[in-house]
């Protein structure tokens, strides 16, 4: 189809744009200053959700503008109005939800997220003009800004879809991973790490991150939800493993999250010893998923 390839096009002249790296770099920096690692960026990232916030808080303003243009069509200009504001409020989160989840990307995802921001940045500016000139009485601009405001956030919100759909940011990316379902050799017992040490084996084509929990061996998905990171390279504190990334630290006992950025937890292998060596299957609840790569 015509129209896919030119956005095909575009998609990949934007995802090759080194000419953002630099400015890119020196967001990345300002921002890291202000989004610490720790509450602040737990919180934007949605670790207590379980589940990145930014997709959440988009709907917000996205719902409050759209309905805003329904009130201009039905002649509510008050109406219409308070849900501009309401959507100017909303976005300030949003928008430092999107920076924190921002911060972590790289190379082609950093330029499309940039350009992502930028729009949505315009947008803001288009539907602040529009509430600051509805409360002038200039009803006919305060429309032509808002209709502004959602060519761009339409725009904005394509690079969103791509950003998530096609370059899989915020996706845990063990989701297609297909664990064993029966019990497989993985190492033998004289084999595992001692003390703080971690070890990955290879267990049924997936890295298996392998360390020993108060003489018990443990036994977790290697890559990273968060971004991919293989965690066998992290560090041990406290009983469980940082990324060697960005620092999401999992408990080597549940994979549950300690800290963000990561949202989503590691899958625990079942484990068992036989014959001298440990063997692992897929945990319980991976059972449940329908997996469409059928492989
Ligand atoms: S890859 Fe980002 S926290 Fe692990």
Redesign the pocket.
């Given at each position: 189809m015509r129209t896919l390839r030119f956005m095909e096009n575009l998609i990949t002249r934007l995802e090759g744009a080194t000419v953002l790296d630099k400015p890119g770099a020196a967001l990345n920096t300002a921002l890291r200053t202000v989004v610490r690692p720790g509450p602040v960026e737990d919180t934007l990232s949605g670790v207590p959700l379980g589940h990145p916030l930014h997709p959440l808080l988009v709907s917000v303003p996205i719902g409050a503008w759209t309905s805003s243009l329904v009130l201009d069509a039905v002649g509510d200009t008050d109406g219409a109005q308070k849900l501009v504001g309401l959507g100017l409020i909303a976005a300030a989160p949003t928008a430092a939800s999107g920076a924190s989840d921002w911060l972590?990307t790289g190379g082609a995802e950093r330029r499309v997220g940039l350009a992502h921001a930028l729009l949505n940045y315009a947008a803001i500016g288009a539907y602040a003009g529009s509430w600051f000139a509805r409360r002038a009485d200039r009803h006919r601009a305060g429309v032509g800004l808002s209709l502004v405001g959602a060519s761009l956030l339409g725009a904005a919100g394509w690079l969103g879809g791509h950003l998530s759909y096609a370059q899989g940011v915020g996706v845990d990316?063990t989701a297609f991973q297909q664990f064993p379902a029966d019990w497989v050799d993985a190492v033998a017992v004289d084999d595992l790490p001692t003390g703080d040490t971690l070890t990955a084996v290879e267990v049924a084509g997936i890295p298996v991150l392998v360390a020993v929990r108060d003489g018990q061996p443990v036994a977790l998905a290697d890559r990273?939800?968060?971004?991919?990171?293989p965690?066998h390279e992290?560090e041990v504190v406290d009983g469980c493993v940082v990324?060697?990334?960005?620092?999401?630290?999992f408990s080597l006992d549940d994979g549950s999250v300690q800290s963000?950025?990561?949202t989503r937890p590691q899958a625990v292998f079942e484990t068992r010893v036989r014959e001298g060596r440990l063997q692992v299957r897929r945990p319980e609840d991976r059972a449940l998923r329908s997996n469409p790569t059928g492989y």
């Open positions: 972590t990316t990273c939800t968060h971004r991919g990171a965690l992290g990324c060697p990334w960005h620092g999401g630290t963000g950025p990561a």
